[in-house]
Nanobody
Framework: QVQLVESGGGLVQPGGSLRLSCAAS????????MSWYRQGTGKQRELVAS???????TYADSMKGRFTISRDNAKNTVYLQMNNLKPEDTAVYYC?????????WGQGTQVTVSS
């Protein structure tokens, strides 16, 4: 069955960095549009960043300049490099793969930004 497995979350101090990874299996990864979402406690899930099959990227305004999404099709993996993290970035981060009307979600990885 299709699996998206996130990793790389953890506890980091404000101003620190983390790199999240999402490894996909059982899909033709290169043709999927990949995204990172996040959901803080008591908040709605929100889009963080996306990368198309051709490499085009988009970001939520509050993440521009701090977060970078990338993909390695040879490794079936999408990454989210997060720099200058703030307490308000604390959330569970999810990756999503989409192709036409089909989409898959990972189980999420917790990111906590706190001193």
């Amino acid at each position: 069955q299709v699996q998206l497995v996130e990793s790389g979350g953890g506890l980091v101090q404000p101003g620190g960095s983390l790199r999240l990874s999402c490894a996909a299996s059982k899909i033709i990864f290169s043709i999927y549009h990949m995204s990172w979402y996040r959901q803080g406690t008591g908040k709605q899930r929100e889009l963080v960043a996306s990368i198309g099959s051709g490499g085009t990227t988009t970001y939520a305004d509050s993440m521009k300049g701090r977060f970078t999404i990338s993909r390695d099709n040879a490794k079936n993996t999408v990454y989210l490099q997060m720099n200058n993290l703030k307490p308000e970035d604390t959330a569970v981060y999810y990756c999503k793969g989409r192709r036409l009307t089909t989409e898959y979600w990972g189980q999420g990885t917790q990111v906590t930004v706190s001193s």
